[in-house]
């Protein structure tokens, strides 16, 4: 609440000054404190505000970066197709202006909605093509994004030894570059590829870590995804205790 109310005193002072390339940026960053605290909606209202706004002032970067905003929300809500078709639109964005940041972080995303699509080839192309330009460009939180979405891939493709090495580069790089959401979701991945491997008690310790972050980020979708797979965990290890 206390960050809500620091958003709408800088969207209220930039809309005074006129500064819409300033209250479009501001909007976006309020729709990701949304969109981690899980309210989907309101997220999808700021960014829908903030690609207005740019698309108004014709500002090339603030449309790709709200249209990829937007298609995340879609992406969680299981609207694929649309999610799909606004990525793209953002692809092509960054692609005109010579925006590789956007465009790799795009990528990784379409990857992402591909996957979700049972496309594993094609969000595989997406993903490998993502950590080449990321590493290109030293965008460490997209390069590791890629290695997770990689990560989750090769448990889909029964690899979850691969998965395990790849989450844990993930997991260590999100450390470094302080992105806590993010290395929540890399342990999450991690858990389930030890888990994958008849190592539930190995496992645990790495949920144990999702939840913590998890809880600390107040991001309610890992949060359910950890306790998803912690679960999971126990009744693996339940039973291998049984045995």
Do not use: W
């Not at 993930?170 to 994958?196: C, G, I, R, T, W």
């Not at 309610?220 to 995804?225: F, V």
Request: a negative charge.
């Amino acid at each position: 609440q206390s960050a809500g109310r620091m958003f709408e005193e800088a969207l209220r002072i930039r809309r005074q000054i006129g500064d819409k390339a300033g209250v479009a940026s501001t909007l976006s960053s309020f729709g990701d404190l949304l969109e981690q605290l899980g309210n989907l909606a309101g997220a999808n209202d700021k960014y829908q505000e903030s690609l207005t706004l740019s698309t108004q002032s014709e500002d090339q970067s603030g449309m790709a970066q709200a249209l990829s905003d937007i298609a995340g929300v879609l992406l969680e809500q299981g609207e694929l197709r649309s999610a799909q078709n606004k990525v793209l639109e953002s692809l092509a964005i960054s692609s005109r202006i010579g925006d590789r940041t956007t465009y790799a972080s795009n990528l990784q995303l379409l990857g992402d909605i591909l996957m979700e699509m049972g496309d594993l080839v094609g969000a595989k192309q997406k993903y490998e093509r993502s950590l080449t330009i990321s590493k290109e460009t030293h965008e460490r939180i997209t390069e590791a994004q890629s290695k997770l979405g990689l990560a989750e891939l090769s448990l889909e493709e029964g690899k979850p030894r691969t998965a395990e090495g790849l989450s844990r580069q993930a997991a260590q790089e999100f450390l470094v570059a302080n992105a806590p959401v993010d290395e929540a979701l890399a342990y999450n991945v991690l858990a389930k590829s030890l888990l994958a491997q008849d190592r539930p008690f190995e496992a645990r310790k790495e949920i144990d870590q999702a939840l913590s972050l998890s809880s600390k980020t107040h991001s309610a979708s890992n949060r359910l995804a950890a306790e998803v797979t912690a679960s999971r965990i126990l009744a693996a290890s339940h039973e291998v205790a049984q045995a």
